[in-house]
């Protein structure tokens, strides 16, 4: 009898001691693996450089260039360049018709127009808070800058052109082509100039080819 009590005893022991480790680990804490994929960003510096790059395609701060045109007479116009903050650029264009306030947005990726209105000959400039709110209403240039690279309708046709104005031979010249109907427009774009020259050609019903070209001439 007093054998059975002690095997009992014994049975009664293992049980609990059994139960009290079951009862630790099921209060242990519970890890959870989660995937976190570190978001990939580019450098500060080199968000910097490309928005550079791409602002280096306009005239000097407070310049105005001097365009030549020939096949209209509203052809020739004035180019008068302001820099309003870090990513915008206001540019006033008079061909003795009109003058167009043009403010353009300067992205790590693109040029984006984004606002264009008619204005008195000396408008008053949008600040950067402003422009910042501006819509983007066109793209007007868009990386990679590589031939063949399309946005808007826009196709980048070559970026090694050369092109000869007066006794000036540029190099490296950025070409893009927009065609619609009988209308193909091209324009010329150069580092640290920016807009050097626009060509609209039409197909008549002849077949002839009506051109109007606006050349630069010079930046003061």
């Excluded at 070559?158 to 950025?174: L, W």
Aim: hydrophobic letters at 35%; glycine letters at 4%.
């Amino acid at each position: 009898m007093r054998l059975n009590v002690v095997v009992l005893s014994l049975a009664v022991l293992l049980f609990g001691c059994s139960e009290e480790n079951r009862t630790e680990h099921e209060d242990q804490p519970k890890h959870n693996v989660v995937d976190k994929t570190p978001e990939v960003k580019q450098p500060v510096e080199q968000q910097t450089n490309e928005k550079a790059e791409l602002a280096s395609f306009f005239p000097p701060d407070g310049s105005t260039a001097f365009f030549q045109g020939e096949g209209n007479e509203f052809a020739s116009f004035t180019l008068q360049t302001t820099y309003i903050g870090a990513n915008h650029i206001a540019q006033v264009e008079d061909n003795g018709g009109v003058t167009l306030l043009k403010v353009y947005r300067i992205t790590d990726l693109a040029i984006e127009l984004v606002y264009k209105e008619a204005v008195d000959a000396k408008p008053t400039l949008p600040t950067a808070q402003e422009a910042a709110s501006f819509p983007v209403l066109e793209t007007i240039l868009q990386k990679p800058l590589t031939v063949g690279n399309n946005f808007n309708d826009w196709t980048i046709q070559s970026t090694t052109a050369s092109i000869t104005i007066g006794t000036t031979v540029y190099h490296n010249v950025i070409q893009l082509t927009h065609s619609e109907d009988t209308l193909t427009t091209t324009k010329y774009y150069v580092k640290n100039i920016g807009l050097i020259r626009t060509e609209d050609t039409m197909v008549t019903n002849t077949e002839e080819a009506f051109v109007i070209t606006s050349t630069l001439q010079k930046i003061e």
